[in-house]
């Protein structure tokens, strides 16, 4: 694993768990408990320790095998661990099987996420989604959710939605869920109505994984002050911008990264939040080429896109973060030609890839931006001069 055990911390401590299976090697296992372990860290727990069980699929029961389940269980007695979290989405029979063996909180990777999103979520508009997708996906886990555990006293997995409708039945459940469907078309439909307001401008979306430099390269774009920060699901919020270049207008928009095994009541909820990304002419797919499972990243995002229906938009590929790839990738002794011959075929591959519609860059240290900017320029200019023909000698 590439994350660093932490031993003392205020923080809850948990431990991680996911399966080798003839679907996932266990150097992908790596990679996702990895990751796991990020959004450990900024939902706010740190991560001490982790398991994993080779099986050819789940146990319908308790997700592990028996051994390893008592495994886990004198670990977390010796270690006062407070949670237990799953790389996987667990069932409710699943859970509380486990909580009951564990008597600690077992969360899976879909409410961890849910948890971030419900400390992210600003806008009534974030809010009211988290809820929903808290609330659709507690549903099934209402039925004697926790209440055989003693020692649970909150914090991860235990806010918003999910503290609020533990005590809470089907029926009431359901209604909220309506209520909250309401609320979001309520909301779908002014937003609807402000992006109409702007329906002739020729719109650019930021798209990517999760912590891959989205808003700094707004910041960069804009040459406003976006939140941006190096930690997973930063940004919620769609953030829209005018720019515009050499008297062309465009609306630049950011917006929430996605990430390996989403869960998809986020999806479905988050769909109103990527309207823009819907609605958008151009497409920027941002990628951390420095990360080392960068092309799988790429994959969830072009498949997340296709599942939207909006795989097929003009694209451009923006690989940032070239300058922590080269401090990674290069040797301190390399000499400067062999350096300028391993990115040039870098470039080169990528170029015949991606129909030359490619550019490596660095949105912290400004590297190749204005080269970005031309490559963009020639694309919002194409349509521009196609939309506004009257306009041609702007």
């Known amino acids: 694993m590439k994350f660093q055990f932490k031993r003392e911390s205020e923080e809850e401590k948990a431990v991680l768990l996911g399966l080798v299976t003839e679907d996932q090697t266990l150097q992908q296992l790596e990679e996702y408990l990895d990751e796991l372990a990020f959004l450990a860290e900024t939902a706010g727990a740190v991560a001490i320790n982790t398991f994993y069980q080779k099986l050819r699929h789940p146990n319908t029961a308790t997700y592990v095998g028996k051994g390893k389940l008592e495994e886990i269980h004198q670990y977390i007695k010796a270690k006062d661990i407070d949670m237990l979290i799953i790389d996987d989405e667990i069932s409710p029979t699943q859970q509380r099987n486990l909580e009951k063996t564990l008597r600690i909180k077992v969360l899976d990777r879909s409410m961890l996420i849910l948890d971030i999103f419900a400390q992210r979520a600003q806008t009534v508009q974030a809010k009211t989604q988290v809820e929903l997708a808290q609330t659709q996906y507690l549903l099934p886990r209402l039925r004697g959710m926790w209440t055989h555990l003693d020692r649970i006293k909150g914090g991860i997995g235990m806010r918003g939605a999910g503290e609020k409708e533990i005590e809470t039945d089907r029926r009431v459940a ?35 994984y999760t912590n891959v430099g989205k808003s700094t390269l707004m910041n960069v774009l804009t040459k406003e002050d976006v939140f941006a920060e190096d930690k997973l699901f930063a940004t919620l919020d769609t953030t829209v911008r005018k720019v515009v270049m050499e008297n062309i207008p465009f609306l630049l928009s950011d917006t929430v990264g996605f990430i390996r095994k989403l869960p998809h009541h986020l999806i479905e909820s988050f769909k109103s939040t990527l309207a823009e990304s819907l609605e958008s002419d151009i497409l920027l797919h941002v990628v951390d080429i420095s990360h080392p499972a960068f092309e799988d990243q790429m994959a969830t995002v072009d498949e997340t896109l296709q599942s939207l229906g909006i ?15 080269k401090k990674e990738k290069f040797d301190p002794y390399l000499d400067e030609e062999v350096k300028i011959e391993i990115l040039d075929e870098l470039r080169n591959s990528w170029m015949s890839r991606t129909n030359k519609n490619v550019v490596f860059i660095s949105a912290t240290d400004k590297e190749n931006i204005d080269h970005l900017r031309s490559i963009l320029l020639e694309k919002v200019r194409d349509l521009y001069e196609k939309r506004y023909p009257y306009k041609a000698g702007y």
Do not use: C, H, P
């Open 174 to 208: 359901q209604k909220k869920i309506s209520q909250l469907k309401k609320d979001l078309e309520k909301i779908d439909k002014q937003n609807f109505t402000r992006r109409k307001s702007r329906s002739g401008m020729i719109r650019v979306a930021l798209v990517g």
């Open 311 to 325: 795989g097929n938009k003009e694209t451009i590929t923006v690989f940032n973060k070239m300058d922590k790839y």
